[in-house]
Structures are given as structure tokens and as C-alpha cells.
């Protein structure tokens, strides 16, 4: 909360949705090596047997699921920009 | 194949796109060997070049030649396309062709490509370095093994089977021209030819050409990193 705050008043940039994103990962991290406890809980309760291993899974699912939209944006941007220059080119004829 | 002679007033419609990435040394002897050959419409891209490329190509300045310039390197196929959409612009533009900027093409094959397109028998002729003997045998053997590799890429991804698939001396017509659509910048874009002219039904036919391997120009050749890189770009399309 404190942080969210710090980010609107001085720094003056945000993304709202990065930003709860990244903080909700670091939160859970946080309570998790604060209360291991709750990481068999939540195994408990979704009849998970090792949980551990289900975390591990599910971030290199994220991470590649990740990679793959960041190299379609990479992609488009890359596309963009060969557009202008070709434009700004065809202006500018000598 | 017979002797074909392209004519003063056909010349005035055939536009040549030209790509050009650090040529300094051997673009002026290209531009001249097409001016002299009546040959005007000669349409330039310095593509972001860091020698003194577009200078010295502005020393052989006349009419019809036109230096487009990228501010920043963007490759072959973005360069190539740039000097398309510009042809396809001109009221009097038939026929282009896209030649090599390093001196590897000769301007004595134009017309087989120029007769096979006033016969009607395709919109878009593809040279090809392996319908010569004497042209065949001066490939480099580490090219010989690349290229083969990309003939059989090709035929895989596009279901097209040509004897060259990376040769950059083409000869199209507008119609062929506005159908193609280059959207890879480096030098991916031949295979995204290929593939387009199969995609989009275009009549295609190959003629052969003669390449004048150079140290300068070996030097410059396409590496086998590229070539793999090339095929990674093809597939993930």
C-alpha cells in the first residue's frame, strides 16, 4: 500500500496492473518463507501432493507463456519501425 | 535460348530497385554498367549504411536515378520493399528488378527474364546460378551445400521446387509486385518470396544467370549462423 502510494505521488508513474502483479508475487513469496505451513494448506485443499513441484511447473509455464508474448510484441514493434523508416525513406526521396 | 534485344522504349519501363548496405567501393561500377546500358530507372536504397555509400551514389545522379535512404538499418528485405512501393508509384514503371548491389549480376541476363515476361509465360522470373554450367561450377562448395539445404527448406514449407531459392536477381511485373507482400527484413525475405508466390498462385519460371563470385563479394555472403536463423524465422512466420 505504502509502496502503491509512493509510486502515484512521486514518482509519477504507473502501471497499475504491472504493479499489483509483480507485488502480488513478491507478497506470496514473502508469506511463504514467513509461514511454510501454508504450503501444505493450500496442497490440502486443491489435493496437491507436493506443492513445491506444482509451483515449480506453474512459473516455467508462466515464464514461457511470458517469453512467447513478449516475442509477438517484439515482433510487432519490429514491424512498426521498419514501416516508419520505409515511410520517413519514401518522403525524403533524393 | 534465343537472343532477345529489350528496346529503347522498353527500357524506359523497366525500373531497377537496388538495395545497398556498405558499397561504397563497388556501387558507382554497378550504377555505371547500367547507365551505360541504357538502363536510367535505377532506384537506390542506402540502407543505413555507415560508409560513404550514399555520396558516391549521388555522383552518378541523372535522371531516373532515385536514392531513397533508411535512417536506420532495417536489411535487405526491408530495403527491397521500400524500392517496390516506390516503382509501384510510377505511371511508367512495366517491370521491376531487384539486383545485387556488390557487382555479382550482370545486365546481359536481364533480357532472358524481360522475354519470358513479354511472352506472358510468368509475372515474376527467378534467377538461377544452377541452370549454368559455367556458373554452377564456380559456386563455392560451403554456398553449393547451404543453398541445397534451403531448395530443400523451401520445398518443405512452401511446396515449391526450384533450383535457387536465394538469388536475388528477380524480374516481376506490377501485378506480381503489389501481390507480393515483404514483411521480413533481413535476409529471410527470399524464402518469404518463395513462399508468397505459392501462397498467392503467382506464375513463376526460372532462368539462368551468371554470378560473378568476387573476394569482396564473397566476403559479404551469407553465413550458415544466417542460415539457420532464416529457417527459425520461416517456420515461427
Known amino acids: 500500500m505504502f509502496y502503491l502510494v509512493y509510486l502515484i505521488k512521486f514518482t509519477k508513474r504507473i502501471n497499475l496492473l504491472v504493479e499489483l502483479f509483480f507485488m502480488g508475487i513478491y507478497s506470496m513469496v514473502l508469506l511463504i518463507f514467513l509461514f511454510p ?48 523508416v520505409r515511410e520517413i525513406a519514401l518522403m525524403k526521396k533524393k | 535460348m534465343k537472343d532477345f534485344k529489350i528496346n529503347e522504349s522498353l527500357k524506359k519501363e523497366i525500373f531497377f530497385v537496388i538495395p545497398v548496405f556498405n558499397e561504397e567501393k563497388v556501387i558507382g561500377k554497378v550504377i555505371l554498367d547500367l547507365q551505360k546500358n541504357g538502363f536510367n530507372n535505377l532506384i537506390l536504397i542506402n540502407d543505413g549504411s555507415s560508409d560513404n555509400s550514399s555520396n558516391e551514389i549521388l555522383k552518378y545522379k541523372k535522371n531516373g536515378l532515385v536514392l531513397l535512404e533508411h535512417i536506420i538499418n532495417r536489411g535487405q528485405g526491408a530495403a527491397l520493399r521500400t524500392g517496390i512501393d516506390y516503382c509501384l508509384n510510377q505511371k511508367n514503371c512495366k517491370y521491376i528488378v531487384t539486383f545485387d548491389s556488390d557487382g555479382q549480376h550482370r545486365i546481359s541476363d536481364l533480357s532472358k527474364f524481360i522475354k519470358k515476361l513479354e511472352e506472358n509465360k510468368c509475372d515474376i522470373v527467378l534467377g538461377s546460378r544452377f541452370l549454368l554450367e ?50 521480413m527484413d533481413g535476409f529471410e525475405h527470399a524464402s518469404e518470396i518463395i513462399d508468397e508466390i505459392s501462397k498467392k498462385k503467382i506464375k513463376y519460371c526460372e532462368v539462368p544467370v551468371f554470378i560473378d563470385y568476387t573476394d569482396y563479394s564473397k566476403a559479404k555472403g551469407q553465413k550458415i549462423s544466417n542460415a539457420i536463423k532464416i529457417f527459425l524465422k520461416m517456420l515461427f512466420r
Open chain 2, 134 to 183: 559455367e556458373s554452377k561450377k564456380l559456386v563455392p562448395k560451403k554456398k553449393v551445400i547451404l543453398l541445397k539445404l534451403a531448395l530443400f527448406i523451401t520445398w518443405i514449407l512452401s511446396n515449391i521446387w526450384l533450383t535457387d531459392t536465394h538469388n536475388g536477381y528477380r524480374v516481376m511485373n506490377k501485378k506480381a509486385a503489389k501481390n507480393i507482400e515483404i514483411l
Open chain 1, 37 to 84: 505451513s501454508i504450503l501444505n494448506s493450500f496442497g490440502n485443499l486443491f489435493g496437491i501432493d507436493s506443492v513445491i513441484n506444482f509451483i515449480i511447473y506453474l512459473s516455467i509455464f508462466v515464464i514461457f507463456f511470458l517469453i512467447f508474448y513478449l516475442y509477438r510484441r517484439i515482433e510487432k514493434q519490429r514491424v512498426g519501425i521498419t514501416k516508419l
